[in-house]
């Protein structure tokens, strides 16, 4: 009997939206969510042993904690195959799959696998360590995809090696191989060089992301009668974090009011990928209120605006941090900006 263990977050374990991305894991043996479309997949000797949910808040705002409270949920189960998700384009959720694989992998020794789409953060993450299919942006492929990653899983399972990524449809982890070629990497190299000033269709070893460049916007003709706003993706929050901004790929911004200076006492950091010490000590380092101000008296800049503008810009995919910067772009026309000071990590 081969004992499958799926993870999934408050929203595909049918707890809820977003106001329930905050529940801690929970242990299930129902069948919940995708749980039903995988009972249609498993081959005799196969059962879903258990379900573990947690919400997506939880895992990002303490990740070792709650790997830690999901792996004792999962050892109960006693799997023989852990699968999360797919997570598709959901960042907070593909990051919580791929770094759950991770620990199960390495502290139960049991095969696991996640799916989800190129642009999560979780691919960047973590696609060297764990099992990641690609899948496309929208859920509607649950079923093929939960196929898929049960086949890779029973692969694993069996210690049969996994073919190349574009054959198995997994992210390549960066491993080099070694393998015999019909022709030298010259030829091979020749041959696409001339395929593409042909025309013609090739298959590039070593395949890059691609982004395309925002255009610049146009020059501020002139700063000293502008109204200039301070914005920042490196988590600055008032203590306590009143909005709740994610300290990995946020899913929203805020606004705060700001005077002349900003307090240590009065503010934290709700960001993970950098030692946030030194703005702890002195928030300025990251935001500058203290030299914008001066610029302001000098008149250097027309105006200073009355609020700061802050998110979080850690393993954000490409499309939400669009989204982000949509919203902060129209949030700052509104007020009448017409520049921005951004500072990062």
Known sequence: ??????????????????????VGPRFTTEVVGPGRALIGLLEPGEGLAATVICGDNYFAEQP???????LGHIRLAQPDI???GPAFNAGRYGVACAALCKAVQSQLGIPAVTAMYDENPGVDVYHREVIILRTGQSAAAMRDVLDRMLRLGRKLRAG???????????FPQGRLEAELADKPAASRALDMLLAKLAGQPFQTELALPAFNPPPPPPAVR?????????????????TGNPDGIEVSAASKFAAYRIEDRLE??????SHGGYDNRYVKQDPHRLVPLDVAREL????????LHD?????????????NSRRLGRGIADHLKEAGVDAVILTST
């Open 82 to 84: 852990f699968l999360a």
């Open 64 to 70: 070792e904690k709650a790997a830690a409270e999901c």
């Open 160 to 170: 049969e090696p996994l073919g190349k990524p574009q054959m198995e449809g997994y």
């Open 307 to 319: 609020e700061f503008v802050t998110t979080t810009g850690l393993a954000n995919p490409v499309n």
């Open 296 to 303: 302001e008296r000098e008149g250097r800049i027309g105006q």
């Open 222 to 238: 002139d700063l000293a009668h502008a109204k200039v706003a301070l914005v920042t993706d490196g988590g600055l929050v008032p």
């Open 264 to 269: 240590p006492a009065d503010y934290d950091v």
């Open 1 to 22: 009997m081969a004992r499958i263990v799926l993870y999934l977050n408050q929203f595909f374990g049918q707890i809820g939206g977003e106001d329930m991305a905050g």
